[in-house]
């Protein structure tokens, strides 16, 4: 792996594989965040996206990926406090809980973080399985973050399979600035999210989002799968800054900052 940018004279010029402690040092969260809702919170976004635009590969995004990527996936979470996530993502990617990794034990504990990012899934009609280790083997509480208005039945079975319930918004579905809030609330507040597409759409539109790492992977799709973003957009784009690239084996690891 190489660093495109920033690049001094102190960068290495040498192609190699970086350290998982190397990737979260260049990964780390801001000490102060700021244009969060609250102070202190931060939502970043990771993605990935072939050449045409493409987000997935018939439905997922692991054809896309490379072992850089999950090594950056991987450190992403190690630093986050939550990792946020829609249902529909839930569903195809098959998620299951976040698990401790050692070589993030020191750096968590001195962040005041528990072992493991929590999983938080966003959804309005809670059509989830309970009965999947997401919510039956977690490590840390997966919450289930909806609106005031999510049918109750579905609330209640959230609730009896373990899962923490975070209402955000008065509507059926959860309003992405109330989202960030609540979350705070609950002393989540470096904040990951992997989509999918619309929730990542949902966040850009109410200008929520601080920062983007979007992996550009070396691949040509085709087809009509969505892109890393979907959904009504804002009324003016937002505009956002390169704050570093990273290469290898052709995959830029790029990072974008909120102006």
């Known amino acids: 792996m190489r660093r495109l940018l920033p690049v001094t004279d102190q ?23 700021e244009g969060g809702p609250g102070p202190g919170v931060w939502l970043r976004a990771n993605m990935v996206s072939s050449l045409d635009g493409a987000a997935q590969h018939d439905g997922r995004s692991q054809p896309l990926s490379c072992d850089a990527d999950m090594r950056i996936f991987g450190t992403l979470r190690g630093l986050a406090d939550a990792v946020v996530v829609g ?33 938080v ?3 309005a009609s809670l059509r989830l399985d309970f009965s999947l280790p997401l919510f039956t083997e977690p490590l840390v509480e997966t919450v289930v973050l909806t609106g005031a208005a999510a049918p109750k039945d579905r609330v209640r079975a959230a609730g009896r399979a373990g899962a923490r319930v975070v209402i955000a918004g008065d509507g059926p579905g959860a309003d992405p600035a109330e989202a960030l809030r609540a979350l705070a609330e609950q002393g989540l507040r470096r904040l990951l999210t992997e989509g999918g597409p619309r929730l990542l759409g949902q966040f850009v539109a109410s200008g929520v989002l601080d920062e983007l790492c979007l992996t550009v992977s070396p691949t ?3 087809g009509d799968a969505q892109r890393i973003a979907g959904g009504p957009g804002p009324a003016v784009p937002e505009r956002f800054a ?9 995959f830029l690891f790029t990072r974008y900052r909120r102006i």
């Open 121 to 123: 899934v966003v959804s």
């Open 87 to 119: 249902a529909e993502t839930v569903r195809l990617e098959g998620y299951r809980p976040a698990r401790a990794r050692e070589v993030f034990a020191a750096r968590r504990k001195a962040a005041g973080q528990g072992p493991a990012p929590a999983i």
């Open 11 to 33: 960068t290495p010029a040498d192609d190699r594989e970086w350290s998982l402690d190397e990737l979260a040092d260049a990964y780390a969260y801001p000490a102060a965040a």
């Open 242 to 250: 390169l704050s570093s690239v990273l290469e290898e084996a052709g």
């Open 220 to 222: 040509m799709t085709a």
